[in-house]
């Protein structure tokens, strides 16, 4: 509808920054989600599907595919921010279109727009079924950036 | 602010019908959910703090407070459904106001208006650190009965 | 991101009865707002800036905002209902991100997914300042079809 | 469900610069709001119904109860601030839950969470018709004070 923003990064390490802060999420693996994309203002999370993580009917459960449409979003986010920061989720809301069906999800984020404080992000999930992507979730989320705060426990 | 809605449920086995329900989600027992209370129209869902479901500050993950989160509103809202039914998340939105420190949480759901089709759902994540409760996240929910189809998958 | 859906009306008669339904929104003529385009599940909105839409900044009135966002997106959703229906708004959420600072507003709202009780619309509402555009507010909004029911007061 | 918070305003003269603030506001007196309660972190807007302020059903425009709400959050959320700050919309969510029918409406928010920089409310619209009172709408809006920055035009 509108040209996507394009973004420059601020810190030339981002994405070594976004797969580290990934790999250090231990519910990203208790679910078996992966990293597959991170470009600047812009990450894709994939989750193949396994019995553990659905729900009565058989389904992906919505919850986890809000767990990595939450995560997409934040990394999108921490894509642009300053080597010496972290990233924190104010809010997301998501409206689950379809059912999440396939043998594999994959969670999309983009940067819609990056503030200094406050940066948001559009959400996209699409379910994969007999090599057909299906539209099945679509949100949006606000990230704060904490600059001078590391990205660890404290 | 103003007095919550009495609500009577139509199918009177409607507690063990959402236990059942809530026993056949393998999500919730990854993550290591609880459910803690059914009453109409109202739903408690605990989890306690393990290592597998925190992300990269050492906190709750914001998807698995989500997680709960949407579940404890499903299971809200079918208390209420017609036993002959199953119940699918519209969307969810939730605002995380404080980290999920705690050694638990517990989210709380209640139904504020419960229409044939739609029902929506007030939705609260408290954490307990040393003895006391911190509120740590509030949403909202849109759930929808699908009436005459099994709780099962199809 | 992805290839947009492209929607096939079920009335052939849809932008005539879009027109004529917002036409009889008297609140769309409080504030001046002008419906300025009408395809198969898209829908635009203009709103020319002036002194009684304005909060105490000066700025277009944030809830304002909403007003066309909403409308735009329940007619992008109406226009793909069937002649004899009427829409209501679910709910709706709007992240505003930058100042409403223009000489116009232009709200664009296309449907995300079209189901036949629900249908998912996306929204953006854009800001004319000298001759550019600036992305003000982007957000998503759920409507429903009341089918067999007219588009007037009952 | 769970004791709501109690807050102690930093300025004592919250009052008077809120209902001046508001004043300020000539959306709000288009649609005829009126500021009916302040008090520390908590808001009431009423408006009385007026044809012009309605859709094609002849209720109060959706875009309309968006309105007071966001009105009644960021009132909410600017009784608590300092006097030396401003009060800016990041984000509402609201649903619709039942027609806004009646004589007049009435908004009432409250703060959830008061931060230095972001403050979350809930928001809830009830509708009177016939002297009995109807939930009509709940949401929940973040709100950002911008310290140091007046609350007036540029």
Known sequence: MTALPEFRPSDPGFEARVRDSFNRQPAMHLIGAR???????????????????????????????????????????????????????????????APAAGDRLVARSRVTRHGR???ICSLDVFSWVDGAETHCATGLATMICLHGRADTPR
């Open 117 to 119: 404080t406050l940066t």
């Open 35 to 97: 990293l597959s994309l991170v470009a600047p203002g812009h990450c894709e999370i994939e989750l193949p599907r396994r019995a553990e993580i659905t729900q009565q009917h058989g389904l992906i459960h919505g919850g986890v595919v809000g767990m990595i449409a939450d995560s997409a979003a934040g990394y999108a986010a921490y894509s642009l921010f300053p080597a010496d920061s972290t990233v924190m989720t104010v809010e997301y809301k998501l409206n689950l279109m």
